[in-house]
């Protein structure tokens, strides 16, 4: 197989399973740590937004 051939291959070197599953780790990964801003936060701003950035998450994950 010469470069051209290896650089235009249509095969994906990932499966859609694994790449999914790595987009759900990083995005459980995210709403973690948002939680974790929310139980140190004292202003209420920012418990707002926290919550807001969670619910999103939580929504695009469906």
Do not use: C, W
């Not at 740590?33 to 418990?47: Q, T």
């Amino acid at each position: 197989m010469n470069f051209l051939n290896e650089m235009y291959d249509t095969v994906a070197p990932y499966s859609e399973k694994l790449m999914f599953n790595h987009i759900v780790a990083l995005i459980s990964a995210a709403i973690g740590y948002l939680g974790a801003g929310v139980s140190v936060s004292k202003k209420r701003d920012l418990l707002l937004e926290y919550t807001r950035l969670m619910a999103e998450k939580n929504r695009n994950m469906k």
